[in-house]
Every structure is written in C-alpha cells, then in structure tokens.
C-alpha cells in the first residue's frame, strides 16, 4: 500500500531527493551470513558463508573459507559432508549426486571454530507445472509493453503452499526488489491452473529460464522479509526495518547470525522467446 | 422561460427602475447591520474631509445627501460598528446605494483570541487541556493555503507530529489510535485525507474544538492518550450568510441561516479539492487518466423547543478517492451523525441525550480480466450517551449518566472480479458492546481549594456473531496449530473485560495571578490499530479487545503551575506528567493482517512509558497574539520480541520541541502570521552494516530498535492576509498569502538504503539499461521546501 502512497506524494507534493552521507553505526563484530539450498538437484546444491561487513563498504564480502560443513538426515545415521570450492565460493557437497530426497527432514550443521549453527528442513514433493507461454501484451496498469510469459500448472497440496519463482534473463538472475515472484495461498491457487503471468516483459530472442521452488513456511517468510526490508524506505508508511528472521539457530558461539536454508524441490523450464507465438 | 414570467419580470423592472429613479445631485442610500441585515438609525453619513455637512439616518436606516464632485469617499459611521469608506463614481450615484456596517465585536473575534474568561486557566481545575480558536487556526500559516486543525493542534506543547505533512497526532506519548476524535459527540474514526496530509474538517463550519490530553472528564473515555471534541457551528437565526475560499487546490462554501423562523438554524458546510484538473493538465497520459480528490460536506440543525429543550442534529460526510488509469481504485468514507438534546429542566438540573452513528469504509477495486477484485470493509459504532447535571449550590457540580456503545468491524470482504483467477477472502466480524457509567463532581472548598473527583466504570464484552480460534497451548503464533474453533450467535458473550477509571483533580489558587493542579486520571481502551508503521493509512486494520488481545490501559498523573501577568494579557503555564501504558500492541516481523481471521497470531504485546515537561507561553489579547511552547518529553515501549526485549523509543519520541505562533494585526486591512517549529528528529534505524544474501546487498539492522535520529527538524512559515476595506458591501473579501517552509529546509522525510547505480540515485537497475558501477547509499526525500500558496477568502 505505501506504494500508492509513494504516487500520490510525487504526484502531488513536489517530494525530491538526493543523495546524503549520514554516519552510520557498525558491528563490533561481523555478523556470519549463511545461506543454504538442499534441493532435489545437485547444481543447486550449496551453502554460501560470508560475513557483514560496514554499510559504506563497497568491497566484496568476506567469504568464510574453513567452516566444516555438512547435512543429517535426523533419525538416520546419513552423514552428507561438504567442502568448500574456491571457484564458486561456496560449499558443495563432496559428492555431487548426493541430494535431497521427498518426504525426509534434513539439518543444516556448520561448525566455524567455537561457533556451531543448524537449520533444518522438509523436503516436500513439488507441484505440477504443465506447460510454460508468452504472448506479446499491450501496456496495462502496472504493466509495461512486452512479452509476457505464462507458467501452466497445478498444486494439488492442502498445506505448506509457499513458492518462490526465479527468473533467469540471458544468464542474468532478475533479484531486483520488485523481481521477487513469491505466492501462497492466501488468494487461493486457481490462477497458477489458469495461468500465473510473471511480470516481468521480455523482448524477442530473450533466453529465459524459470525455476519454481516449493519452500518450507520459514523459508518462504525470510524471503518474504527480505522483499519488505529492499522496499523499506524509511518514511512513515514503511514498519521499522528490522533484518528478515533467520531460520538458522545458533547452538553455540557468537549468537548473531544471518540468513536462511531452504530445503525444496526445483522445477525449472527454459525458453527463447519468439515472435511467432503471437 | 414562459411568456408570463418573461413581462412579469419586465414589469417588475420597470417599476424598480422607477421607483430608485433619483435627483442627479442627490445621494441616497441604506445603511444596515451586517449581522442580521436591520436598519441602523442614526448612522453618520459624510463626504470624507466634508462631516460637518453630512445627515444621519432616518427611522428606516436611509439617507439622502447632497452630492459633490465625483469620484469621492463616502464614509459611514456608526457607535459600536467598524467605519465603513466606499469610494462613489458617478455611476454609483445613479442608484440608491445599501452599506451593511459590521458590528466592532465581531471584529474583535481576531484580536481578543481565547474564548473564556481571562483568568480561566487560574479558576479551573482543567489540566491538560487546550482550546484553540477557531479564528487562531484561521490565521495560522497554512500548507498549500489550506487551513488544517490538526497541523494546528501539531504546533502545542505535548503534542508530536508523525513527520513531514502528516496531520496524524501522538500526544504525550500515546500513538495515534489512542486519541478520540470527535465530531458533535460522534466519534470519526479516519481523520484525514490524502493519506494524512489533510484532516477531514473544514474549518469554516467549526465551532470549536478542545484537546484534552489525558486528563479528560470522567464523561469521556474510550481512549488512552487524548480526547480532540470538535464542535460544528450552529446557524445564526436572523438572516443566510456564507462564507468561503477558493484556495490552490479547495474551494469551499459554508452556508447558514434561520430554518423555519427564529427558533431554529441551519448550517451547511462543503469542500472539494480539485488536484484532478492539475492532472488533467498534464501532458503524460499515464498521469492525466489518474484521479485524486476528496470532498466533506457537513451539515448541523438546530431547533430550539419552548424555553428548555434544544435538539440539534449534526451530519458530517467526508470521502477520499485515488484512481489509477480507470483500473484501480482506491476511496474511503467517514459518514458521522449525531443526535443531541440538551434540556433545563430547572435552574439547577441539566440533562443532555446524545445519540449518534459513526462508519467508516474503504474499498479497492482493481480492474483487470485475471486477477481484477474488489476488496471492501467497513467499521461503525453507535452510541447512547445521557448525562445529567446537578448544581446543588455556587460551589458544587455533579454529573452522572451512562453511556452505551455498540462496535460492529465487518468481515474483510475481497471479492475477485467476474472470470478473475483470485479467490475470495471472507473473514468473521468483530461486534463489541462497551457500557459506561460515569458520575463526577466538582466541589469548591474555598476560594483557593476546588477539587473535582470521577469515576468512570467500564463493562466491555466482545459478542457475537464471531468465531474464536484456540491453540495449541492456549498462545496464538504464526506456527502454533489451531485446534479448535467457537462460533458464537448474535450478542453471545464471547470475552468479558471490566474497569474502573478513576479522575482525581485538585486545583490550588496562591493568589490571583497563580495558581497550582495535579491530577490522577485512568483509561482504558478497547479497540486498536493493528499496525507498526507511524502514519496511519485509510486500510489499517481495526481490532477489538478479545480473547487474546487484553485493552490499553493508561494511567497518568500531572502536576502544572499556571501564572497570569499584564492584567490576564499573558498567561504562562508549566506541566509536568508521567504516564504509563499497559497491553499496547506492536506486530511480529513481516505481520500480515489485512485478510487474516487469526490477527492474534501476528500481534505482539507490552507496555509503555512517557513523561515529559510542557512549557506555555501565550499572548492571547492586543494586536500581536500567539504563543511559544516547550515540550521536553520522552515516550517508550517495551513489548516481547521487539528489540530483544529492550526498552525503545516509538519513532515519534521527540525529546526537545520548540513551537512559535505569532500572529499581528498591522492595521483593519493587513494582518501577518509566522510560525517556527524546532524539534528532535524522529527516531529511527539505520543500518549498521550490510550482508550478501539471494545475491544482493542488503542492509543490516541493530537488534536494537530506533536507536538514531533523524536530522532536527525545522521549519519557518509565514503568511500575510490583505482584507478589502470595509466598503459597507455585504460581500467581504480578502486574500491570503502564505508560504510553506519559507527558508527552504530539507527536512527528511526518508532515507532509503540502497544500491546506487552508475552514480544515479535515478537510476533504475532493472530497465535503464547497463551497469558500470554499483555502490550502496542513502538517498534522502524531502518534501514542501518554499511551497506559496494564494487562497481567497470571502464572506457575505
């Protein structure tokens, strides 16, 4: 809502804007950022661990190399060790067919020096996406001239209903705020069967890809938090920003940590987009 | 028009122009009394620099008067009426000529601004209250010209604005919900328009108003922080007047006058903006096809019964509308009517029925063939107020009566458009029944000891229709399982909560210049916004005390020294308070709460704290009037899972604030306003750093929340108002000229953290193409640096 209030003070209030410089706070400590995804597929597979840094800081992140990580399956004895490689930066696990399997629990457990997290996750049985369309569509309110792309599909689940849609634009990930694609149940799920436009356009030979992720509740809310804090603008529609709730707990050492671990099951679809389809 | 209207008309003429045929060396003319269009005889008539041969007003209020060389100033004069001049060209004496002289104590109204006795602040036992004049809020410099109660109200002591252009009130630390607006005793429940930048009353059609903060007679209650009682104007019972403006972006039109005779009035107020002609004007299509506009209309009857009973009936209408390219809609309404009775039923009994009815509702319609909907709610409350007053003695007053009120928040209603893929949302309503019984008196002890004790007891039951949800270990929680839920009939008890609000206050008078008061007063409040944003937006969520959600509870104690000098001509006060709150709500990270039935899993609860020191220095008699405040105050919350536990500052703690209202009266034509405004900035986060998360840079927040400060805010308006000499026209005109911000402070409204791209804060990642650099930042928007405005003023 405070969008509409964002078009009614431009409109109307002559409101400006320029860049200031404030000074800002910092950490006395730099806060661990972990960031895990477990899915049924093994390109997906890996946990990114780097610290925070200052807010005017415009150099790359520290990434914590010498972590021991690794992934349980509770009431199991299985054991999914993983290692960090330099060249994505992240951990991977030491071998790569292992994943995740429909219907098991699996915790996250990182152990970086006196410092040990876990987070846990239900890997859940995905939905059913029939066919993927585009279309070329006429400006309309709220959106702009272009090709539009449909996903067909259907969620036959009662529960856990959380997905997150990503979009891969010629080999560039769309994760701008007004990018995230994130939807429940809260308005039913008939439109995915009738077809969920992304709003996004796209223009002719566009190589598209789209990935559906079928997340856990607390996943899906940090991701949720995350979209709220990039729209955050401070005034006095917007609620205090406050970071997004990791679902990462700390068992022991420094107790602030960031983040969160996803555990879903992907489908994924890629396109070109031509004129044809018309 | 027929043919015997038409020679009717000409008839008509034809006999006017002959009868008001005149002598050519002759002047004559009517002089009259504005007021109520009688007569004036008597009145001095004369050729300016010539009054020794000038003639004097017969039994009919006319005159004849010898003519000299034209162009000349002919004056009128009148004993207790202001001297009117009117400059007469040759064409003017051709025709009788009426002067409608205004009474000198209307005029008055400007200068002598406080409407009470001058050592009223001395005699009373009112702490906490403030009075502002109608005329005051006239003559305080205006945004966009438009003049705005609550702005006013923003610049006394105790009371903090939410931020830049907003009119939303926190007084002494409570938050907006926790203040009780009302109209005639009806109470209005969204009091703005424009998302805030207005509120909703057209100050033409006022009577008064009367911010009570916290310390309110045991007669009210309902909320924690403040009472602001508005009264419409009743109608005068001689003849129609009006009044009006044309402003930069209103107009409005206030009408009143006697119903049927003398014994009863009427008085019709409205007001329209007009920002969709500047839209329309635009040469963006995007923009011209928008719409943005709000109109209020307000009315008042009155009928005076025999030579005890008064009935009025006040209505009041305001509504808001945003569209969007005739495919989104946006409009909210406030509809308020209130009933009032007042009878003498002897010198010493008084009693006075209210009765009244106020809604509130919004609607969303979006237009579009997939996911177009149309989302609506609505709240009303109506009421049942009796009291009755008995004055056993010179010394004594005592007040009692009962006062029912009946909540109806319907169910949040969305409803997809025809062939829309959404589904609809119909959550349960919420219905409360609050009766109050009251009983208060006020007891002089001695000329210098008067006391006032009250007690005020409230039995606050949610019923039905409704449906309660239980969960798992009795807590709601956004993952705690429902086990099951309780449907409830038609007025069926669902929760049940009592309290007594006790009002104790005692007044000591030193001498006759100074006098001190303290005083204990306690609320309790059973309805709530469920929101953690500073401004209120017409889509916040009411809610009701309930299962889960226990009322507010405030309690504050005062004590103030109040001082008169210079014959009463200044009046200085000091106050000093402490308040505590109890069961305030704030909402969980990421809350949801416009389509859930379950809001009690996205609330959070606590406690709050405020105190503070008032400072009132105020002018109210002479030709220069206002006022200079200081407000020292702090204001705190402490509620499980918001800043780790911790106590912290809402966003409108404000510990220094500083406020100068000024107006002067330069001559009967030219009057000058300024007001300076100086206060803390609001308290706020900002980052403390930043992480990489989903590939992006993202802010890092303390735990801890608010713990920076906006930049000090202030801000210099400035406003001059030219009025028309009095010409003895019946139609009176002046022009108002104000400037918003004269100095042009960048005052912040917000500071975003963001990526700046290629080192343009205007550059859009996602669409302006590509990207060399990218940086983090902080972008500030700033709103109304020297805004002019012009408005013309008229009455007739």
């Known amino acids: 809502m405070h969008r509409f209030v964002w078009i009614l003070l431009a409109v109307f209030t002559w409101s400006c804007q320029e860049e200031v410089t404030l ?66 930066k992240s951990y991977k696990p030491q071998n790569p067919l292992d994943k995740a399997v429909i219907g098991e629990r699996y915790q996250l457990n990182i152990r970086w020096g006196e410092n040990v997290y876990v987070s846990d996750g239900l890997m859940l049985e995905p939905p059913i996406v029939d066919s993927v369309t585009w279309r070329f569509e006429e400006e309309r309110l709220f959106r702009d001239e272009g090709y539009y792309i449909k ?3 259907r969620i036959p689940f009662e529960e856990d209903n959380n997905y997150r849609i990503r979009v891969i634009e010629n080999d560039t990930l769309k994760n701008q705020r007004e990018d995230y694609l994130l939807f429940d149940d809260t308005f039913g799920l008939t439109f995915f069967e009738e077809g969920l436009e992304l709003g996004y356009t796209f223009e002719e030979k566009d190589r598209v890809r789209l990935e559906l992720f079928r997340l856990n509740r607390d996943a899906f809310d940090y991701l949720n938090q995350l979209v709220n804090l990039l729209f955050s603008d401070g005034g006095l529609f917007s609620p205090p920003p406050q970071n997004p709730d990791t679902n990462i707990r700390v068992v022991s050492g420094n107790p602030e940590v960031l983040g969160y671990f996803a555990v879903t099951p992907v489908l994924s679809r890629s396109l070109v987009i031509q004129a044809k389809y018309d | 028009m027929s043919l015997f209207r038409v020679l009717t008309l000409f008839f008509i003429t034809g006999l006017s122009v002959q009868a008001f045929s005149q002598d050519p060396k002759i002047i004559s003319g009517e002089v ?27 039994l009919n209020g006319k005159f004849e008067l010898e003519l000299v060389d034209l162009p000349n100033r002919l004056i009128i004069s009148y004993v207790g009426f202001e001297r009117s001049i009117r400059v007469i060209n040759p064409k003017d004496a051709e025709r009788p000529i009426r002067f409608f002289l205004k009474p000198e104590e209307m005029s008055l109204d400007e200068i002598i601004i406080q409407e009470r006795k001058p050592d009223e602040q001395l005699k009373n036992l009112e702490m906490g209250k403030s009075t502002v004049p109608i005329e005051t809020i006239k003559n305080i410099p205006a945004l966009f010209g438009e003049v705005d109660l609550f702005r006013s109200l923003q610049l006394l002591p105790g009371v903090q604005t939410a931020g830049e252009g907003t009119t939303g009130l926190f007084v002494r630390g409570g938050s907006a919900d926790q203040n009780l607006v009302q109209l005639d005793g009806a109470p209005v429940y969204n009091a703005s328009h424009f998302f805030g930048i207005f509120s909703v009353f057209n100050p033409d059609g006022l009577k008064s108003v009367d911010l009570y903060k916290g310390n309110m007679p045991a007669s009210f209650g309902g909320r924690a922080a403040s009472l602001i009682d508005v009264s419409l104007r009743e109608g005068n019972n001689q003849q129609i007047r009006g009044e009006g403006g044309i402003g930069s972006i209103s107009s409005r039109l206030t009408i009143d006058g006697p119903l049927f005779g003398k014994n009863s009035t009427f008085i019709l107020s409205g007001r329209r903006t007009y920002a969709d002609i500047f839209l329309g004007l635009s040469s963006d299509e995007a923009i011209r096809n928008n719409k943005l506009n709000f109109h209020d209309l307000s009315g008042k009857v009155s009928f005076i019964l025999g030579d005890r009973d008064k009935i009025s009936i006040s209505s009041y209408e305001g509504s808001d509308f945003l569209g969007l390219d005739e495919a989104f809609g946006l409009g909210w309404t406030n509809w308020v009517t209130a009933v009032n009775w007042n009878r003498v039923s002897s010198e010493k009994y008084y009693f006075d029925l209210q009765g009244y009815h106020s809604r509130y509702n919004y609607s969303v319609e979006f237009d579009d063939p997939e996911t177009g909907f149309e989302w609506s709610n609505k709240l009303s409350e109506s009421g049942l107020k009796a009291v009755w007053t008995f004055l056993p003695d010179d010394q004594t007053q005592l007040n009692w009566g009962i006062h029912s009120q009946y909540y109806n928040f319907a169910p949040i209603d969305l409803d997809p458009s025809p062939g829309s893929a959404i589904e609809s949302i119909v959550t349960n309503p919420k219905n409360g029944l609050l009766n109050n019984i009251f009983v208060s008196g006020n007891y002089e002890f001695s000329p210098k000891l008067s006391a006032e004790a009250g007690l005020r007891w409230g039995l ?3 019923v039905g229709k409704g449906v309660d949800y239980l969960y798992e270990d009795g807590l709601p929680g956004p993952e705690v399982e429902i086990i099951d839920s309780l449907n409830y009939g038609t007025l069926e008890n669902m929760q049940f909560y009592q309290g007594l609000e006790p009002r104790i206050a005692f007044r000591y008078r030193v001498n006759d210049l100074f006098s001190i008061k303290t005083a204990y007063n306690r609320n309790f409040q059973y309805i709530q916004i469920a929101s953690n944003s500073s401004a209120g ?7 009701l005390s309930g299962r889960y959600i226990a009322p507010v509870k405030s309690d504050q104690i005062s004590l103030g020294l109040f001082h008169n000098f210079d014959q009463n001509r200044w009046e200085l006060s000091i106050e000093g308070y402490y308040k505590d709150l109890d069961n305030v709500i704030d909402l969980r990270n990421g809350a949801q709460v416009l389509f859930t039935d379950q809001v009690e899993t996205e609330l959070l609860a606590g406690r709050g704290w405020a105190y503070g020191t008032e400072f009132l220095l105020r002018k109210n008699i002479g030709k220069t009037t206002g006022w200079l405040a200081y407000t020292w105050s702090r204001a705190w919350r402490e509620i499980e899972g918001v800043s780790k536990n911790e106590p912290y500052n809402p966003r409108f703690d404000r510990p220094h604030d500083v406020t100068l209202v000024l107006n ?8 000058a306003g300024l007001t300076f405004v100086h206060t803390t900035g609001q308290a706020v986060s900002y980052p403390v750093g930043s992480y990489l998360v989903d590939n992006q840079s993202v802010p890092l927040y303390s735990e801890f929340r608010n713990l920076d400060r906006f930049p000090d805010y202030h801000r210099m308006d400035a406003s001059v108002t030219w009025k028309n000499a009095d010409k003895g026209r019946k139609w009176r005109g002046s022009w108002n000229f104000s400037i918003y911000n004269l100095y042009g402070r960048k005052n912040p409204f917000a500071y975003e953290f963001r990526q700046i791209y290629n080192d343009d804060i205007t550059f859009d990642a996602g669409s302006d193409g590509e990207i060399f650099s990218s940086r983090p930042g902080v972008v500030m928007t700033y709103l109304f640096t020297f805004l002019p405005s012009i408005t013309y003023n008229f009455q007739f």
């Open chain 1, 151 to 153: 996903v067909y599909g």
């Open chain 2, 32 to 58: 009259m009394d504005v007021s109520n269009s009688e007569p004036l005889i008597g009145a001095n008539v004369y050729w300016e620099g010539k009054s020794e041969s000038g003639v004097v007003t017969d």
């Open chain 2, 664 to 671: 002067h009266e330069f001559s009967s034509s030219w009057s």
């Open chain 1, 23 to 88: 000074p800002l706070g910092t950490k006395s400590e730099l806060v661990p950022t972990i960031e895990g995804f477990w899915t049924d597929q093994g390109i997906y597979n890996e946990v990114k661990f780097t610290l925070s840094k200052d807010y005017y800081d415009s150099t790359e992140v520290v990434v914590v190399t010498d972590a021991e990580v690794f992934i349980t399956s509770p009431g199991t004895d299985k054991v999914i060790p993983f290692v960090y490689l330099s060249g994505t």
């Open chain 2, 537 to 543: 937006l017409p889509i916040d969520r009411w809610i």
């Open chain 2, 460 to 462: 606050f039951n949610q």
